[in-house]
């Protein structure tokens, strides 16, 4: 799940004084706290790109989060779906925080690669409201992921052959979605 920068936003940095570096850096800190208490995810699942004292020369100031698990788990679908409700538990968590410019409780992580240098919770506050501010970017056409190609089911491979099993976390997350299931039949829920 990313958000792009506009063209003309260093000049909105300058007018508003702040460091858009530093703002989108300490933004994504913030996102990676609240999300595991709105998707359910362990917070390890989710990583976000700190790059605040890298060049970027080939693409825009971004705000980019992605699925730390390999061949991921569907976690960057949820976000995306979830981004509004997200960015604005983020910004109720920075806004609420007693701190100046930033602490651990609102925009510095632990899993930071840049040991939470170039943050700053001011200018996170800002990026956030200008992205929910912003116009919702277009529904992906039907029945496409966020590439836009169409969605792949997942399959067990055939008896016999020789592709590879699903993955532990695969197998797993079956497991305990048919308990789930047989739960809630048990309980004369639907599903």
Known sequence: AAAEA????EEEEEELAIDLEAGLHAAAHALLAVTPLRLSCKPADLGCE?????????RSKRLLLFDRCVGGIGLTERVATAMPELLRSALELMTSCDCD????LCVHSSVCTEYNACTSKKAAIAVIEGLLAAPPPPPPPLGAGSSGA????????????????????GRSIGIFRSMAMSQSRSRGGST
């Open 101 to 104: 410019d930033g602490c651990w």
């Open 50 to 58: 700190c790059e605040a004292f890298k060049e970027r020369k080939l």
């Open 6 to 9: 506009a063209d003309d936003d």
């Open 150 to 169: 169409p969605k792949a089911e997942p399959r067990a491979p055939p008896p016999g052959s020789s592709e590879e099993a699903p993955s532990m976390l």
